[in-house]
């Protein structure tokens, strides 16, 4: 049904543009003193009596120019007292009539508004469509039609055209601050709300102008991630060509050293990316030492390996840089690292986005699912603790078990597995204790752990317990 009444209304519409009209006859000297009048009652609230009055000048004086003027004022008026349905009729009165008015786009533009209004969006757009048809030269008029036209298309789902009449409005506004307004609003629609195929349409039409840039950038990265590098490049590209001085074209140029990188290969470079200072210093040192020994890097006879080593700081940002500059300034074939579980998500992630091997060398759990080339060489923690509670219960019959753990991540996590696997094996959790990170004196733990930390509190019990303790003792020395 909305789909008829559209179609009847753009065929009517469009028809009585289309057909000759006749020129007004110019009305009587007293109705346009009258129409100054009524603008009076308008003024001062007496809506009423100046409908009644504009009725009647648009009935009696059809074919002046005074009629045009009646019923826009009439459309006006009802619109301002939200009776949007008799406000259309007013307004599409002129646009219906067989005399030629010089305000139809006035008349169309009022009654999309109506039809907005009324959340009968279609032919509202049909409708500001047939006013751009008419060229109005006002630009506050052009600006309120591509107001219309945005809010409509937002209604409406239509995505790309909001974005196109958001462009169209920082051209026609001459405001400043609206014009700037419009912009951050159109870069908006870029970041948060176009699908992948409308971000394509955004890349690859110059009429987007300046958001062209954004969208070229997320089409981009977009591809990198799902590893089309080609077509990756190719908008990259776009971005620097289309804004060569921005912070986007800087980072298009990174991705851009990114996919050279992986042109480029040295065959014998290994990168290395552990925590070289800092609490783990040591252990790192150790890593170091045993991949050195292992390529031959301390033999009396050269070695056709390099390592290409970069002190991760125990940082995840700055763990995913030195992949970064290992595959891009390196060339390095293939990375190790890092030891830590907090840096090895980040080094692998980096390098498996980059297509370069690595290999791992933390418990991290899930490490191998992040991609194809990731690898690990260490053992995780549910092997670890899988090992520990399986040996505990079948080698050395142990059913019932106690945890004291450190009050960490790390802690935690061991704790929740060795609890899980525990019970797994039929075996029986009986108190659990955490201590602080870092505290070396663990009696306060362990008294929580057998309840003896508040011993003063349980006096009656204890004496109790050792009286019948005391009592079970066949011999007494």
Not at 92 to 102: A, D, F, R
Not at 172 to 180: F, I, L, N, R, S
Not at 323 to 342: C, F, M, P, Q, T
Request: net charge neutral.
């Amino acid at each position: 049904m909305r789909l008829f009444s559209l179609i009847l209304m753009v065929t009517m519409t469009v028809g009585c543009s289309a057909m000759h009209k006749k020129d007004p006859q110019p009305a009587p000297h007293d109705v346009k003193s009258e129409l100054a009048k009524i603008e009076i009652d308008i003024n001062t609230g007496a809506h009423k009596k100046a409908i009644a009055r504009l009725e009647n000048i648009a009935a009696k004086h059809a074919d002046t120019d005074a009629a045009d003027d009646a019923y826009i004022m009439l459309g006006d008026l009802y619109f301002k007292n939200a009776a949007y349905n008799e406000s259309y009729k007013a307004y599409i009165s002129v646009l219906n009539s067989e005399v030629y008015s010089p305000r139809e786009v006035d008349a169309s533009t009022g009654a999309a508004n109506a039809l907005y209004k009324l959340g009968r969006y279609d032919e509202a757009l049909s409708l500001t469509t047939n006013s751009l048809k008419k060229k109005p030269t006002s630009p506050a008029t052009r600006v309120e039609i591509f107001t219309l036209r945005y809010n409509i298309q937002t209604q409406l789902g239509d995505r790309l055209d909001a974005l196109r009449s958001l462009i169209y409005l920082t051209q026609e506004t001459t405001d400043a601050t609206k014009k700037e307004r419009y912009k951050i609003k159109a870069l908006e629609f870029v970041d948060s709300h176009l699908r992948e195929e409308e971000l394509r349409a955004v890349a690859d039409d110059s009429f987007f102008s300046f958001v062209r840039s954004p969208a070229l950038y997320r089409v981009a990265t977009t591809y990198f991630e799902q590893r089309d590098y080609g077509r990756a490049e190719n908008y990259f590209r776009g971005v620097i060509k289309n804004s060569p001085d921005s912070d986007l074209a800087h980072n298009a140029n990174n991705y851009l050293e990114q996919i050279e990188a992986r042109r480029r290969v040295a065959p014998y470079t290994i990168g290395v990316v552990l925590p070289l200072s800092g609490k783990h210093a040591a252990i790192a040192q150790k890593t170091l030492r045993g991949l050195q020994m292992g390529l031959g890097l301390n033999d009396n006879a050269p070695s056709s390996f390099k390592l290409a080593v970069i002190d991760s700081e125990a940082n995840p940002d700055v763990a995913r840089r030195a992949v970064e500059r290992l595959v891009i300034e390196d060339s390095a074939i293939a990375i190790v690292g890092d030891l830590l579980s907090k840096t090895s998500e980040s080094v692998a992630q980096k390098a498996d986005e980059l297509g370069v091997p690595v290999i791992g060398l933390s418990q991290k759990s899930g490490l191998t699912q992040i991609g194809p080339n990731v690898f690990r060489n260490a053992l995780t923690s549910a092997a670890l603790v899988r090992e520990l509670v399986q040996n505990s219960i079948e080698k050395y019959g142990m059913k019932r078990f106690a945890i004291v753990y450190p009050n960490d991540p790390y802690g935690t996590e061991y704790a929740n597995l060795f609890w899980d696997e525990v019970l797994a094996r039929g075996g029986q959790i009986t108190a659990v204790q955490s201590y602080a990170s870092g505290e070396k004196d663990f009696r306060g733990a362990i008294s929580r752990l057998v309840g003896t930390y508040y011993l003063e509190d349980r006096v009656d019990e204890y004496t109790n317990l050792v009286r019948n303790w005391y009592g079970e003792q066949k011999v007494i020395n």
